[in-house]
């Protein structure tokens, strides 16, 4: 499995951004997907997870109401929007599949494949 995010950039705070993730292969529709960041000095953290059916989703609770999640499983693609971003929104976004389990979850080692990030940076 290859991932791909993109759709990273610039934007000031209470901006918008929409990130993509596209995936490689015919078992997209299989994998939870899951999207992760990681700040300037700080530890990976998980930011939202999508089921396989794009029925079920889980965010963390800093994203809640901001950040939409959601996958086209026609295209190989998973989305993240963003709204009303923050200065600490700042971030190397990544996107990640879980091949095995069936829920969406926060638990980064078990996510199995990940794509390079895409930064996203919210001035003030």
Known sequence: VQLQASGGGLVQAGGSLRLSCAAS???FSRYVMGWFRQAPGKEREFVASISRGNSTTYYADGVKGR???????AKNTMY??????KPEDTAVYYCAADTNRFYPHSEALNYSYWGPGTLVTVSS
Not at 80 to 85: D, E, P, V
């Open 25 to 27: 292969g015919r078992a």
């Open 67 to 73: 950040f939409t999640i959601s996958r086209d499983n």
């Open 80 to 85: 993240l929007q963003m709204i009303t971003l």
